[in-house]
């Protein structure tokens, strides 16, 4: 399975002379750790006997930005193709760049370099994970305010390369928000500061070029981001709509209304009936897989029962969808889910829970308590963990994450449904909302038993879905990147801008040795 | 270089219109100048500079991409043309080649209004005052308020990333930016994809902002609105000094409060201008003290804690309350502040012109005081105001003025206060060039980091702009 | 268990987006994504099912691992992934496949079982071998060799509070096999709980001071096999009782706690240790990572043995919050992470609980 290096053994060697200090490991355990991020594509590989099949040549750590430079000017007259990799939790095939790449593993660039309080920044290291800059940042009295759900395996580098966003990203932003410069490497070898501590200055801002680019322009090794009082006081609500599109409206208003709600999440009634579900059961881990068999049969603790319960109801997910629609307004008289969430300064979150509720209730939404809040708040990070046990079960599960403009959002959201149903279980969230749009967050599950004909069906899916997406008006993705599986979509998302990266890609990496093909860019 | 002024001129008659096209002298003249300060006072010491060869008025993208085409094969130098309002020499002509003015006004229509998302697609040209005006009429606003607001056009504001007296709470102008089309230096007409946020790979919007013209021409954009607020509140702090102003202001964000207004600044009572014929002259100490002015928008019971907020941490840092009068007067003149340099400028003798600096928190109060003292050293008058305050820190408006001993070296010393704030703000820690762009004035003066920045910009412009023909001389290019 | 009996916990980590990663001390302390938790558990996964080889190599990444179980404190899918890994060390033993650093293992073992016996005999005061005592102490092998004094510190403490029916146990062992099961033997982990077994039973009490030998004698013995019919307690535990009889004449301002991961996250005792010391320490310092959540030393899972970079690395982690206060003292209740913890510490003092109390008395 792991084909033996030959060669490729020359280039290891030359890539040894040239820097015989760099820490460099071709073993074979890392070059199988190192050849997969979590596109779920490569799960359903992985299902099929393909845990790592295109492993790259080597990993390499470079323990300060100097050295990173060395490893690019090594790249540059070897040829060699260079991959970043913080933490490997993209899903989007990001750090998948085939065999012969060397990956650049920038976790020894883990420090906090420096908090000052007194401007609200901190300076980290690009290497560092997610939840020990936030650690740390709490200590001081700080927080960041970025909390994707990945934050326990991704790193502070894997944000900015692809514009991440966290369950608080109305109150504090995505990280392009955050971000105020970067230290970046570039494709040429050069060590660039994209901007100041205070944000500003001549010029186009580089740190909004270089946030994004996925690693194909740059490499990030520092940055500077704005930093917030830890809250002092949390404020956290449900309510319930009858529909989604009435939600919708309603989170659109409070939106709209001049408030700063820290989390806004309205669940359709696919999502709502789960969420319900593991509300009722009380149950923290509870699955995809319980849920659903546990309405369609009733099912009991047989493991080998829920799969095959499992295996039918996703066999013909169109009948599930349609299924789960008919039984969805009976499911719950307390209608779709809507969570929100203020948080910071006790008066401000006073006074905005007060008028986000009369805003809330004005717009017929049905007040469900502080329980249904604190539940999600408590289990936020839990849903990540259910894939597991749906991979084990021969179920395939992935996410969606598109975004559009009010005006056109429920139009995406029928549209994307429409395309995804005839292939996958599919339910979907609004989260992430803005005064002049919002994010929606498709989680969708298939039959993966045959895992041949569920790569196709897969990848069939993402093809309709997309195109439905760019088709209604919305944006390919919201925060998860575009990697390598939605590159062939590029030229649809932005048209003939896409000239602009082109330029940039030849400007800042004109021997093209950054993580060719992410983004679509050779 | 002989250039074939009559085939071009009928060129760029096919392509915006013959009533569209002109260069006589009343055309060359009006677009010869913007308001770099340097460029009028250089006017009134000698001639008149020369202007562009020709001035176009586009009506649409289409026509502004077969300009740029003949531009290109002709290797002309273009400026995108706004209001002309441009502070740093950004929008005049330079040096001796024949130079096609692009004047974008025409193009000032509001496109699509989606009042569901709250935003407008507007074209370029349309000078701000008009497009607030327009929006306000079906009860919304943009929340972009510069001094050059009446003069300025939206593509004006977005090649420099302008930021208004608003900013703390809308941000700049590239922060209400959604998408922009724009036509590239070969006529390709781009449009950036609109959506609240994206996660596709670089913002290329970017590209286009704050690059004054030298990537391309900015022809609309899709910019977030908000609703008409139906009130306004204020508050005013008198402080002894400025450190503890900015402190509470610094705490103020970092709480939380998205004022409309943050400024600190002098007490504007003490204006001559704005004094009672027969009050007293303002005492030293009187004239040290420092206001903070607030102005905010919103909910009323949201403002009402922010409000209280703000009043907790300025009365604890020494802050006397003044109540919401100064500010609002400060309110009602917000504009003033447009015309206090001519009347500077028409003296012989005078220069004057307004330098801005961003900082952070930690280095504002030392730069702050630096500044002062170093012009007080040589004689020179100075204003500072502390604006576009943002969680990592704000922005000095320093006005500054001084007279020369005869007319050619008035000069002579505007060159040497400009190294000397530029002096200062590098020693200070500070960033130049932060509100009004570069021009053809601020890159020579910034400091290396800023400079290596701007590299980059001539490094793709090369791309683009194989030519060189998109407002060549700016911004370092 | 059998290497096939961790099956589902191995297939459950293989397609997790491997959430617990940012705990693991030795994935941390590389940088490495071969050695985070579901990256060892997914090779071990593709070695069961045969789609890699089994090799030193593939086999290598087992070893990279503390067995601090802090991952499971952030898995939803319960898997406990300590017993699975030194369940794929076993494999690999059964294969020839372990690291050359655990060759001649179990010879090593019972040398050095042999000289820290002589050793403890010639340290320890006769009159701690009464035939007639109910209550054994059981010091471990880290203790006996590098801070015998602790052995000295805890029965002085004992005898303060009237406990002065405390005997040494009259076993031939120093260690209650740990280090076997890390290493995969689970043969001669077996042979070694049924000698141990067999003789502590004689007792009613056994008072062990290495959180480990207690866990393993309470939970692996029983399933090997060897129950002990004597009630086995760690110091701590055993202490906590006469808690209120401890009087210092002397206290300290301020020190950190540290809870070895087998004391805290494997027994459950947190509380005993804190009370303890609050007994001669003013003011009780909190790691960040403290209780279910504490750090590990980097002791364990023979890390320090065969990765002994690894462990510094580990234990300079855990003390970078020390180091950021001007507190002088770590205080901990286990000789392995007293250790570890110690050799990094720089001035800092690392300190076993019984030591300090002895101190202050």
């Given at each position: 399975m792991t084909a033996p290096l030959t060669s490729a053994d020359s280039r290891l060697a030359q890539l040894r002379d040239a820097l015989p200090d760099l820490r460099v490991s071709s073993h074979v355990t890392d070059r199988i750790a190192y050849a997969r991020d979590l596109w779920p594509g490569g799960q359903i590989e992985n299902l099929g006997g393909k845990y790592a099949p295109e492993p790259p040549l080597c990993v390499v750590w470079p323990r300060d930005t100097a050295e990173l430079v060395k490893i690019v000017e090594w790249a540059k007259t070897s040829g060699a193709v260079l991959v970043p990799f913080g933490a490997g939790s993209g899903v989007c095939g990001g750090t998948m760049a085939g065999t012969g790449s060397v990956i650049v593993d920038l976790k020894q660039l883990d420090r906090v370099t420096r908090i000052e309080p007194e401007n609200n920044l901190v300076r980290a290291q690009a290497g560092i994970v997610g939840w020990h800059l936030e650690d740390r940042l709490n200590m001081e009295g700080l927080t960041l305010g970025h909390f994707p759900s990945s934050l326990m395996c991704s790193t502070l580098g894997g944000y900015l390369a692809t514009r991440s966003a966290g369950q608080c990203s109305s109150l504090y932003g995505k990280i392009e928000d955050m971000a105020v410069s970067l230290e970046v490497v570039t494709g040429t070898g050069e060590v660039l500061e994209t901007g100041r501590d205070m944000g500003g200055g001549l010029g186009p801002s580089w740190t909004q070029l270089f946030i994004g680019s996925e690693g194909s322009l740059g490499f990030v090794t520092e940055a500077t981001l704005k930093v917030h009082p830890a809250p002092e006081h949390r404020v956290m609500r449900g309510y319930g709509f009858r529909r989604v599109s009435a939600g919708c409206e309603a989170i659109r208003r409070l939106m709209q209304a001049g408030l700063r709600p820290s989390v806004v999440r309205l669940y359709d009634e696919f999502d709502t009936v789960l969420a319900r579900s593991s509300t009722e059961k009380g149950s923290e881990a509870d699955t995809l897989l319980d849920a659903i068999t546990g309405r369609v049969k009733g099912s009991g603790a047989l493991p080998w029962l829920k799969r095959q319960a499992l295996q039918v109801v996703l066999a013909r997910p169109d009948l599930t969808n349609r299924m789960i629609e008919e039984l969805a307004p009976r499911v719950s008289a307390d209608g779709c889910l809507c969570i929100i969430g203020y948080e910071g300064d006790r008066r401000l979150v006073e006074a905005q829970a007060g008028l986000g509720h009369e805003e809330l209730i004005r717009s017929g939404g049905k007040d469900l308590g502080e329980e249904p809040g604190w539940h999600w708040f408590k289990h936020r990070y839990a849903v990540s963990y259910k894939q597991s046990k749906m991979f084990t079960s021969g179920a395939f599960v992935d996410t969606m994450e598109v975004a559009a403009t009010w005006d056109r959002l429920m139009d995406?959201?029928?549209?994307?449904?429409?395309?995804?149903?005839?292939?996958?279980?599919?339910?979907?969230?609004?989260?992430?909302?803005?005064?002049?749009?919002?994010?929606?967050?498709?989680?969708?599950?298939?039959?993966?038993?045959?895992?041949?004909?569920?790569?196709q069906r897969y990848d069939r899916l993402w093809s309709k879905a997309l195109a439905a997406a760019t088709r209604a008006g919305g944006t390919i993705s919201h925060h998860h990147g575009v990697g390598r599986s939605k590159a062939h979509f590029m030229t649809e998302e932005h048209g003939n801008s896409l000239r602009l990266l082109q330029t940039l890609k030849s400007t800042f990496d004109p021997a093209s040795i950054l993580n060719p093909g992410v983004l679509g860019i050779p | 270089m002989s250039v074939p002024r009559s085939e071009i001129t009928g060129q760029l008659a096919e392509a915006v219109g013959p009533e569209n096209l002109s260069s006589s002298s009343v055309d060359t003249i009006a677009h010869a100048l913007d308001f770099w300060p340097r460029a009028l006072m250089e006017s009134r010491q000698g001639a008149w500079p020369r202007g562009p060869q020709w001035v176009v008025w586009p009506g649409a993208a289409a026509e502004v991409s077969h300009v740029l085409r003949i531009a290109s094969s002709y290797a002309l130098p273009v400026i995108p043309y706004g209001g002309g309002s441009s502070m740093v020499g950004g929008a005049s002509p330079r040096g001796d080649r024949p130079w096609i003015v692009i004047n974008c006004k025409r193009m000032c229509n509001i496109l699509d209004m989606d009042e569901v998302s709250m935003v407008v697609h507007v074209q370029s040209g349309i000078v701000g005052v008009e497009?607030?005006?327009?929006?306000?009429?079906?009860?919304?606003?943009?929340?972009?308020?510069?001094?050059?607001?009446?003069?300025?056009?939206?593509?004006?504001?977005?090649?420099?990333?302008?930021?208004?007296?608003?900013?703390?709470?809308?941000?700049?102008?590239?922060?209400?930016?959604?998408?922009?089309?724009?036509?590239?230096?070969?006529?390709?007409?781009?449009?950036?994809?609109?959506?609240?946020?994206?996660?596709?790979?670089?913002?290329?919007?970017?590209?286009?902002?704050?690059?004054?013209?030298?990537?391309?021409?900015?022809?609309?954009?899709?910019?977030?609105?908000?609703?008409?607020?139906?009130?306004?509140?204020?508050?005013?702090?008198?402080?002894?000094?400025?450190?503890?102003?900015?402190?509470?202001?610094?705490?103020?964000?970092?709480?939380?409060?998205?004022?409309?207004?943050?400024?600190?600044?002098?007490?504007?009572?003490?204006?001559?201008?704005?004094?009672d014929e027969d009050a007293a002259e303002p005492t030293e100490a009187e004239l040290a003290l420092r206001v903070l002015l607030m102005a905010y928008e919103g909910p009323s019971e949201l403002v009402e804690a922010e409000r209280e907020i703000v009043r907790d941490l300025a009365t604890a840092r020494g802050g006397e309350p003044l109540g919401p009068a100064p500010a609002r007067r400060w309110w009602g003149q917000r504009f003033a502040a447009g015309f206090r340099m001519t009347p500077l400028l028409v003296q012989d003798c005078l220069f004057a012109d307004y330098v801005e600096l961003g900082a952070t928190w930690r280095d504002l109060p030392g730069l702050y005081n630096s500044l002062e003292e170093a012009f007080d050293k040589r004689g020179w008058r100075t204003r500072i105001a502390v604006e576009h305050a943002r969680l990592e820190g704000a922005s000095l408006g320093c006005a500054f003025w001084g007279e020369a001993a005869s007319p050619g070296l008035a000069l002579e010393a505007y060159d040497e206060a400009w190294n000397l704030a530029a002096e200062v703000c590098h020693a200070g820690g500070g960033g130049l060039g932060h509100v009004y762009g570069g021009g053809q004035h601020r890159a020579a003066l910034v400091d290396a980091s800023s400079k290596q920045r701007l590299a980059l910009l001539t490094d793709v412009k090369r791309k683009l702009d194989p030519a060189g023909i998109m407002n060549p001389g700016v911004l370092g290019t | 268990m059998s290497f096939d009996e961790y099956k589902k916990a191995l297939e459950l980590c293989t397609y997790c987006p491997k959430l617990c990663r940012h705990t693991c001390p030795v994935g941390n302390a590389e940088r490495r994504e071969a050695v985070i938790p579901q990256a060892k558990m997914a090779m071990a996964n593709l070695v069961r099912k045969g789609q890699v080889d089994l090799t030193t190599e593939t086999a290598s990444v087992f070893y990279h691992c503390n067995g601090c179980g802090l991952c499971g404190e952030y898995c939803e899918h319960d898997v406990d992934v300590t017993p699975a890994l030194f369940a794929a060390r076993a494999e690999a033993v059964d294969k020839g496949m372990d690291l050359p650093s655990m060759k001649q293992f179990t010879e090593r073992f019972y040398a050095r079982n042999e000289s820290l016996f002589r050793e403890l005999h010639h340290t320890i005061e006769e009159r701690f071998f009464v035939e007639e005592a109910q209550v054994a102490y059981f010091p471990s092998c880290d203790t006996v060799e590098h801070s015998p004094r602790v052995m000295q510190d805890t029965l002085k403490v004992l005898e303060s509070v009237g406990v002065d029916y405390v005997a040494l146990h009259d076993g031939e062992y120093i260690c209650a096999g740990y280090p076997f099961w890390a290493a995969g033997l689970m043969s001669e982990l077996s042979f070694l709980a049924k000698e141990i077994a067999s003789k502590l039973s004689n007792y009613k009490k056994v008072i062990c001071d290495c959180p480990a030998c207690v866990w393993m004698m309470r939970f692996l013995y029983p399933q090997l096999g060897a129950p002990i019919s004597a009630e086995v307690l760690h110091v701590v535990e055993f202490m906590d009782n006469y808690a209120r009889r401890i009087e210092v004449s002397s206290t300290v301002p301020e020190a950190f706690y540290h809870d070895p991961c087998y004391l805290g996250r494997w027994l459950g005792v947190f509380d005993a240790p804190r009370r303890l010391m609050g007994r001669g320490v003013r003011e009780i310092r909190e790691f960040t990572w403290n209780r279910e959540r504490s750090y590990c030393c980097g002791g364990g899972g023979l890390v320090s043995d065969n990765l002994p970079d690894v462990a510094a690395k580990i234990a300079q982690r855990r003390l970078e919050e020390v180091l950021r206060t001007d507190v002088p003292m770590v205080v901990s209740a286990c000789a392995t992470c007293e250790l570890n913890l110690g050799r990094q510490s720089g001035s800092v003092e690392v300190v076993n609980l019984m030591t300090l109390l002895a101190r202050l008395l």
């Open positions: 995406l959201y029928d549209s994307v449904r429409k395309a995804i149903s005839p292939f996958a279980f599919v339910m979907a969230h609004f989260s992430h909302a803005y005064p002049e749009g919002c994010s929606i967050y498709f989680s969708f599950a298939g039959p993966a038993t045959d895992p041949a004909a569920s790569r | 497009l607030e005006e327009r929006l306000n009429a079906r009860g919304f606003s943009l929340g972009h308020v510069p001094t050059s607001m009446t003069t300025a056009t939206l593509g004006g504001w977005l090649s420099t990333q302008s930021a208004g007296m608003l900013s703390s709470r809308y941000g700049r102008v590239g922060d209400l930016c959604l998408g922009v089309t724009a036509v590239l230096p070969d006529g390709q007409v781009v449009h950036t994809r609109v959506a609240p946020r994206r996660a596709t790979g670089p913002e290329l919007a970017h590209l286009l902002l704050g690059a004054e013209g030298t990537i391309g021409v900015i022809t609309a954009a899709h910019l977030r609105l908000h609703r008409l607020p139906l009130h306004r509140w204020f508050d005013t702090f008198r402080f002894d000094e400025v450190a503890p102003a900015m402190d509470a202001l610094r705490r103020s964000l970092a709480a939380g409060v998205r004022p409309l207004v943050a400024r600190i600044q002098r007490d504007p009572r003490l204006r001559r201008q704005d004094r | -």
